[in-house]
Nanobody
Framework: QVQLVESGGGLVQAGGSLRLSCAAS????????MGWYRQAPGKQRESVAT???????VYADSVKGRFTISRDNAKNTVYLQMYSLKPEDTSVYYC????????????????WGQGTQVTVSS
């Protein structure tokens, strides 16, 4: 059984910072892409940032220069450091990862965390 568990969300004032973490656990063989997505009320889920096993990153235009994604492959953990937060960053943030696991005969599939709320007050 593979699980992704996020932490680090909360309430912050505009201009502040937060760091999200997401740890994958279970019968993991390998993890390829990991990423952060967000969904605000009434809006579609959008990609915020992704990172490959080798460290290649892709960011949404709206967060470039303010957010940094990183990962610790030894810990199966991905992080999202968020600076200069804006009220429009308020969303539920979800972690996702493409994982090959023993329980799926090593066939890669996408797993999602339960989400963590980030609220930025003006």
């Amino acid at each position: 059984q593979v699980q992704l568990v996020e932490s680090g969300g909360g309430l912050v004032q505009a201009g502040g910072s937060l760091r999200l973490s997401c740890a994958a656990s279970g019968s993991i063989f390998s993890i390829n892409k990991m990423g952060w997505y967000r969904q605000a009320p009434g809006k579609q889920r959008e990609s915020v940032a992704t990172i490959t096993w080798g460290g290649n990153t892709v960011y949404a235009d709206s967060v470039k220069g303010r957010f940094t994604i990183s990962r610790d492959n030894a810990k199966n953990t991905v992080y999202l450091q968020m600076y200069s937060l804006k009220p429009e960053d308020t969303s539920v943030y979800y972690c996702a990862a493409t994982i090959s696991a023993l329980t799926t005969n090593f066939v890669p599939r996408d797993y999602w965390g339960q989400g963590t709320q980030v609220t930025v007050s003006s």
